[in-house]
T-cell receptor, first 111, second 113 residues
Framework: SAVISQKPSRDICQRGTSLTIQCQVD?????MFWYRQQPGQSLTLIAT?????????ESGFVIDKFPISRPNLTFSTLTVSNMSPEDSSIYLC????????FGQGTRLTVV | RKEVEQDPGPFNVPEGATVAFNCTYS??????FFWYRQDCRKEPKLLMS???SGNEDGRFTAQLNRASQYISLLIRDSKLSDSATYLC??????????????FGTGTSLTVIP
């Protein structure tokens, strides 16, 4: 199993600013996933964070908007850049194993 | 076509009722299947894995039909605390655990007193 500590748990941000979300895993993992869950929707994969290489982004998501860092096998950050109200969402990091393990989520509100 | 599709509901059922959720998946080679529960404003949490032979955990029964590529979850004797969103999740690549998981849109259940 994996225990993931994600922070911040929530934030209210001004449009045009950026927020960096952190996830710390209690064990080394090869891949970490970043998801967005908009209100009333299911999880949408933003990107896969690989240690030592560029993140792999899904269609509709770009590095300039959602830069990701993966400095080691236990840690990753996702930045939501130049935020607009449309970015208001829950952001979740996840690691795969025998099941999908999730961080507690970051509830972002952009005003 | 989406990897995983499920009826979003909502399902509103009285306490004590039996309710069933279904979902379908598109990749016939998928290996592992799950039902997750997500409470409002919380992260998804594993409810149960779904095995080929079907499996039961208390009031919850999960079934897998590979021929038809669908997964079901049956909840018997519904409790108020069962109110949540239930996500159907498929991992095409397990036991290659590096592969991503695919999520259905979730089915909303409200159990009414």
């Amino acid at each position: 199993s994996a225990v993931i500590s994600q922070k911040p748990s929530r934030d209210i941000c001004q449009r045009g600013t950026s927020l960096t979300i952190q996830c710390q895993v209690d064990s080394q993992v090869t891949m970490m996933f970043w998801y967005r869950q908009q209100p009333g929707q299911s999880l949408t994969l933003i990107a896969t964070a690989n240690q030592g290489s560029e993140a792999t982004y899904e269609s509709g998501f770009v590095i300039d908007k959602f830069p990701i860092s993966r400095p080691n096998l236990t840690f990753s950050t996702l930045t939501v850049s130049n935020m607009s109200p449309e970015d208001s969402s829950i952001y979740l990091c996840s690691v795969p194993g025998t099941e999908a393990f999730f961080g507690q989520g970051t509830r972002l509100t952009v005003v | 076509r989406k990897e995983v599709e499920q009826d979003p509901g909502p399902f509103n059922v009285p306490e004590g009722a039996t309710v069933a959720f279904n979902c379908t998946y598109s990749n016939s080679a998928s290996q592992s299947f799950f039902w997750y529960r997500q409470d409002c404003r919380k992260e998804p949490k594993l409810l149960m894995s779904v095995y080929s032979s079907g499996n039961e955990d208390g009031r919850f029964t999960a079934q897998l039909n590979r021929a038809s590529q669908y997964i079901s979850l049956l909840i018997r004797d519904s409790k108020l605390s069962d109110s949540a969103t239930y996500l159907c999740v498929v991992n095409p690549g397990y036991p290659s655990t590096g592969n991503q998981f695919y999520f259905g849109t979730g089915t909303s259940l409200t159990v009414i007193p």
